[in-house]
């Protein structure tokens, strides 16, 4: 069972309860999340957690704050916890054109996870607008509505990037 969001973490003594039952059952945990809470009710829910898919949303302090509001600092620290305890981790981050569809970030990517011995697998997505019809909804002003989505040669390209 994945369990995804918004962010999962928000709720962590309900997500800890729900992975207890799945354990009791046989049933695999995993966590989709942005890594930036980590407290004592997230580190129990790590316990038992199988899997972590690791959103690294941007690799620099800039894009995390413009984009984000907060630092990298966070979901840095919080690779690092699930890499001390060995939790195998899936790193995502989602390519968009004009923000981190470059080799700096990529070259930055591959860095912050080559100290990792947990991550399993490093997966670049591409940025999609499926989302904007929420935004629309709610009349919230979606920043990144002028911006096209990746081309597959770009992804591609980048995953060539960070394997060499």
């Not at 800890?16 to 930036?36: A, P, Q």
């Not at 984009?67 to 305890?85: N, T």
């Not at 490093?122 to 509505?145: A, H, M, N, Q, R």
């Amino acid at each position: 069972i994945t369990v995804s969001g918004g962010e999962p973490l928000l709720q962590a003594e309900f997500c800890l309860e729900v992975f207890k039952e799945c354990h009791k059952r046989g049933i695999n945990t995993c966590i989709d999340t942005s890594g930036s809470i980590l407290n004592d009710s997230v580190k129990e829910l790590l316990d038992e957690t199988d899997t972590v898919l690791l959103d690294i949303k941007y690799t620099n302090d800039e894009d995390y704050k413009k984009y984000v509001g907060c630092g990298v600092k966070a979901p840095l620290e919080f690779l690092d916890y699930l890499s001390k305890k060995n939790i195998p981790t899936v790193i995502r981050q989602v390519i968009i054109p004009t923000i981190n569809d470059n080799e700096e970030n990529i070259l930055r990517l591959k860095h912050i996870t080559a100290s990792h011995k947990n991550i399993v697998k490093t997966e670049l997505l591409p940025f999609k607008k499926l989302c904007s019809v929420k935004y629309d909804k709610l009349g919230i002003d979606f920043k990144f509505k002028n911006i096209k989505e990746p081309t597959k040669e770009t992804i591609k390209y980048l995953e060539q990037k960070y394997k060499e």
